[in-house]
């Protein structure tokens, strides 16, 4: 008979022993930590060469209109001009100040304030997260997964330059649902009657801040407030469930009422009587047909773009990765994953659909081309709901024995898959912001200069990059924003050119 070993037979390990199993459990860990902070690299690099290229944008489109009332009468034209004029959006108009008074050098550093902010609130969230799920991830891991969302989120868009690049854009419907995720931090890493208080404070103030930047952005924040809610009632009555829901209660009414002073402000009247957008328009059936005709489509281009697989990946990643603190605070619906998978995904639906009936009057024949921008409103719930079900599926793979090591391994290579497909449009993006850039400072030159010599008339020579609207474009049949150049320069009126 062979004769069996103290670990077969069950007899206590040595402390030798033991200390021994400790360091390589501590080993592996860091081994661990290492090898997911080196993969952050990739997507860190994208995002950190994206902002270089920021410093290739120069002013272009709606840009135009914006610069010459903020030389000539500041910040508070600026507001004048959106709430009386435009469309009503104060918070809007505040966000264009903050970048626009910086003139050119504003446009060209928006896109790396811009994304830090994005990636800091994102990195922030995972992390409030995983905190409140009682769970940890080894060190690297959250940043990792907070900047593969934020790289997918920005470079999977049709237009990664109005995403991403085009500040007038990206206050609205890239910075502001980031904002708006924001906001949850607070109530997430609360624990103390004061710390709920303030978290109560701070959604009240985002509320009413979204709510009049991103009519888009408000949509969707309700869309889920109300799905949170209709969630709680799966929930046993207790102090979490009455925070929860007095929570997005706040955060409903402050957006109910951003909306109220947006839709009965001036401007916003006269976005509708430029676009015939009424209430009773975009709710009669030929409208939400065609919104639902539309949506299908989006889905269909969003559905079939396969760099979002990155955020998937990511997820899964994060799911092997995670380790369970027993300090859960969520209550027992973290036990019920399915339920909020689905929830996510139609609360995804209906929001992505809302969201298109109101844009589409404005957007009626170019939504799938110059609209694009305002997907993002709801891609970005895209984004976190394809990473929360990657995190779901890479638990189930890590409680699979044999699994975990193969499934680590398939979701890094799909990250950094991902991060080099993201990167070669990119490439070519930088090339035509060149371009532009180039031509844009030459002809900023010629045009000062031709104006201090007291020129009334001066050629102006086109050059539009990422489907941007430039005076006459079209081949010369578009002259807006021809009258807003004109003004910028201090000049009566510009003239079609072609060199």
């Given at each position: 008979?062979?004769?069996?070993?103290?670990?077969?037979?069950?007899?206590?390990?040595?402390?030798?022993?033991?200390?021994?199993?400790?360091?390589?459990?501590?080993?592996?860990?860091?081994?661990?930590?290492?090898?997911?902070?080196?993969?952050?690299?990739?997507?860190?690099?994208?995002?950190?060469?994206?902002?270089?290229?920021?410093?290739?944008?120069?002013?272009?489109?709606?840009?135009?209109?914006?610069?010459?009332?903020?030389?000539?009468?500041?910040?508070?034209?600026?507001?004048?001009?959106?709430?009386?004029?435009?469309?009503?959006?104060?918070?809007?108009?505040?966000?264009?100040?903050?970048?626009?008074?910086?003139?050119?050098?504003?446009?060209?550093?928006?896109?790396?304030?811009?994304?830090?902010?994005?990636?800091?609130?994102?990195?922030?969230?995972?992390?409030?997260?995983?905190?409140?799920?009682?769970?940890?991830?080894?060190?690297?891991?959250?940043?990792?997964?907070?900047?593969?969302?934020?790289?997918?989120?920005?470079?999977?868009?049709?237009?990664?330059?109005?995403?991403?690049?085009?500040?007038?854009?990206?206050?609205?419907?890239?910075?502001?649902?980031?904002?708006?995720?924001?906001?949850?931090?607070?109530?997430?890493?609360?624990?103390?009657?004061?710390?709920?208080?303030?978290?109560?404070?701070?959604?009240?103030?985002?509320?009413?801040?979204?709510?009049?930047?991103?009519?888009?952005?408000?949509?969707?924040?309700?869309?889920?407030?109300?799905?949170?809610?209709?969630?709680?009632?799966?929930?046993?009555?207790?102090?979490?469930?009455?925070?929860?829901?007095?929570?997005?209660?706040?955060?409903?009414?402050?957006?109910?009422?951003?909306?109220?002073?947006?839709?009965?402000?001036?401007?916003?009247?006269?976005?509708?009587?430029?676009?015939?957008?009424?209430?009773?328009?975009?709710?009669?059936?030929?409208?939400?047909?065609?919104?639902?005709?539309?949506?299908?489509?989006?889905?269909?281009?969003?559905?079939?773009?396969?760099?979002?697989?990155?955020?998937?990946?990511?997820?899964?990643?994060?799911?092997?990765?995670?380790?369970?603190?027993?300090?859960?605070?969520?209550?027992?619906?973290?036990?019920?994953?399915?339920?909020?998978?689905?929830?996510?995904?139609?609360?995804?639906?209906?929001?992505?659909?809302?969201?298109?009936?109101?844009?589409?009057?404005?957007?009626?024949?170019?939504?799938?081309?110059?609209g694009t921008r305002t997907w993002n409103d709801y891609l970005f719930v895209y984004v976190l709901l394809l990473t929360g079900v990657g995190a779901l599926l890479g638990k189930t793979l890590r409680e699979t024995p044999g699994y975990t090591l193969a499934s680590a391994a398939v979701a890094a290579l799909l990250c950094a898959v991902t991060c080099v497909g993201l990167a070669i449009p990119l490439i070519g993006l930088e090339r035509d912001m060149a371009a532009r850039a180039v031509h844009w400072d030459r002809q900023d030159r010629v045009l000062r200069e031709g104006a201090r010599q007291g020129a009334e008339v001066l050629p102006y020579v086109p050059a539009s990059v990422g489907h941007m609207r430039d005076p006459f474009g079209n081949h010369g049949h578009t002259v807006w924003p021809g009258t807003c150049v004109a003004d910028y320069y201090h000049l009566k009126r510009i003239t079609y050119a072609t060199h």
């Amino acid at each position: 008979m062979t004769a069996e070993t103290p670990e077969t037979a069950g007899t206590p390990q040595s402390p030798g022993s033991a200390a021994h199993q400790a360091r390589r459990e501590t080993a592996r860990r860091l081994g661990t930590s290492s090898w997911a902070a080196c993969l952050a690299v990739f997507p860190l690099g994208l995002l950190g060469a994206a902002m270089w290229i920021g410093r290739l944008v120069r002013p272009g489109g709606d840009d135009w209109c914006f610069l010459p009332v903020l030389r000539d009468d500041g910040v508070a034209g600026m507001i004048g001009k959106f709430y009386l004029h435009d469309n009503g959006r104060i918070a809007n108009a505040l966000m264009v100040a903050a970048y626009g008074a910086f003139g050119v050098a504003g446009h060209q550093w928006f896109a790396t304030v811009s994304g830090t902010l994005i990636l800091a609130a994102v990195w922030a969230l995972v992390v409030a997260t995983l905190r409140r799920t009682g769970r940890t991830a080894p060190r690297g891991t959250p940043l990792l997964t907070a900047s593969m969302i934020v790289a997918v989120f920005l470079f999977s868009t049709p237009n990664t330059y109005k995403t991403y690049y085009w500040p007038a854009s990206s206050v609205s419907h890239t910075l502001a649902p980031a904002l708006a995720a924001a906001a949850v931090i607070p109530f997430l890493r609360a624990r103390t009657r004061r710390g709920h208080a303030i978290a109560l404070c701070v959604c009240a103030l985002a509320g009413l801040f979204i709510g009049t930047l991103s009519e888009g952005t408000a949509i969707t924040a309700g869309v889920l407030l109300c799905t949170v809610l209709l969630l709680s009632f799966r929930s046993p009555p207790g102090l979490e469930r009455t925070r929860t829901r007095r929570w997005c209660g706040v955060a409903l009414a402050a957006l109910l009422l951003a909306g109220i002073v947006l839709y009965t402000s001036p401007g916003a009247r006269s976005r509708r009587t430029r676009f015939d957008t009424g209430a009773t328009s975009m709710a009669d059936p030929q409208s939400l047909g065609a919104a639902l005709r539309t949506f299908g489509d989006i889905l269909g281009t969003v559905l079939t773009t396969w760099t979002y697989l990155g955020a998937l990946a990511a997820g899964a990643l994060l799911g092997v990765l995670l380790r369970e603190t027993g300090t859960r605070t969520d209550g027992p619906l973290l036990s019920r994953p399915l339920l909020l998978a689905v929830a996510g995904a139609i609360a995804f639906l209906v929001a992505g659909y809302l969201c298109t009936v109101v844009t589409l009057p404005a957007f009626r024949h170019n939504l799938m081309t110059y609209g694009t921008r305002t997907w993002n409103d709801y891609l970005f719930v895209y984004v976190l709901l394809l990473t929360g079900v990657g995190a779901l599926l890479g638990k189930t793979l890590r409680e699979t024995p044999g699994y975990t090591l193969a499934s680590a391994a398939v979701a890094a290579l799909l990250c950094a898959v991902t991060c080099v497909g993201l990167a070669i449009p990119l490439i070519g993006l930088e090339r035509d912001m060149a371009a532009r850039a180039v031509h844009w400072d030459r002809q900023d030159r010629v045009l000062r200069e031709g104006a201090r010599q007291g020129a009334e008339v001066l050629p102006y020579v086109p050059a539009s990059v990422g489907h941007m609207r430039d005076p006459f474009g079209n081949h010369g049949h578009t002259v807006w924003p021809g009258t807003c150049v004109a003004d910028y320069y201090h000049l009566k009126r510009i003239t079609y050119a072609t060199h």
